[in-house]
């Protein structure tokens, strides 16, 4: 006959320090990641949305050029030089009227003549003098179109800023020949209108559209906050410029991102800016 004491298996309780124990090194850390992760998300969730990225302001450098080939001619009581200020429709730059005025009253001593000459074939008679007469109608008529062009230059020789800036580069001087459409000098526009940024293939999850909200930031002053949109997106991926890579000696590669900003926006054009992309509100 067994023994019924021996038979009679009851488990013996873990103790609650050994329990918390095995809690607290085996359960306990898993717990803290998983919370402090989903805390983690939930802060950056409401502090920037999306995602984060680095932005240009616009920086406008507008060259100004003559429509009139021409030696430049000094101002009078002013010399530009960099560095200085401009104001929208001030004379900048002048091109000397001599050899314009000059080429003029040439042209217009042959319109006389041509003209004289026309009333005396009229006066005459003969078979040639109708070839004569056209001949002469389209002689008249190129150098009254010249006379015409040279009227024009003689009222476009002063050329004006075409938007109020600082002077950054002067390219020529008086006394320098300035053809059409080449460089005289360039103006740093006041203000800007945008920013710029490049998003990279790992911020592709941003996806901004024309509703997306953007928070700009300059670095200089994080608690001034302009509140940016987004104006249009890049057709394809383009070369970061310089001033927005990370490194300078590796080249990156994203798409680009224009954000307009208000007028009031107070951001110095090239600064480099903080952006905080917000989803659109649903």
């Not at 038979?7 to 717990?31: A, G, K």
């Not at 002689?139 to 009222?155: F, I, N």
Request: net charge positive; hydrophobic share 40%; charged share 25%.
């Amino acid at each position: 006959m067994k023994d019924t004491a021996t038979s009679n298996h009851t488990p013996i309780p873990t103790p609650m320090r050994v329990r918390w124990m095995r809690f607290r090194h085996q359960i306990l850390p898993v717990l803290t990641v998983a919370v402090c992760g989903a805390l983690a998300a939930w802060l950056w969730s409401r502090h920037a949305g999306p995602g984060q990225a680095v932005g240009e302001v616009e920086a406008r450098r507008i060259p100004v050029t003559s429509n009139v080939e021409g030696v430049l001619a000094a101002l009078p009581g002013r010399s530009i030089s960099p560095h200085d200020r401009v104001s929208e429709g001030d004379v900048i730059a002048t091109i000397d009227p001599q050899p314009v005025r000059a080429r003029r009253d040439t042209r217009q001593v042959e319109v006389s003549r041509l003209r004289a000459e026309i009333q005396t074939a009229q006066a005459q008679q003969g078979e040639n003098q109708a070839q004569k007469l056209e001949s002469l109608r389209a002689a008249l008529k190129a150098r009254e179109d010249e006379v015409a062009q040279l009227d024009l230059a003689l009222s476009a020789l002063d050329i004006t800023a075409p938007l109020s800036g600082t002077v950054s580069k002067v390219h020529l001087r008086p006394g320098q020949l300035a053809k059409p459409g080449e460089p005289i000098m360039e103006i740093a526009a006041d203000g800007a209108n945008y920013v710029v940024a490049y998003l990279r293939e790992e911020q592709r999850y941003i996806q901004p559209d024309g509703k997306t909200v953007v928070e700009v930031r300059p670095r200089n002053n994080p608690r001034h906050v302009v509140r940016a949109k987004v104006d249009t997106i890049g057709a394809q991926v383009e070369s970061v410029p310089s001033r927005q890579l990370r490194d300078q000696k590796t080249p990156e590669w994203g798409l680009p991102v224009r954000l307009s900003i208000p007028p009031d926006a107070d951001l110095l054009p090239g600064e480099m800016v903080n952006l905080v992309f917000h989803k659109p509100a649903t």
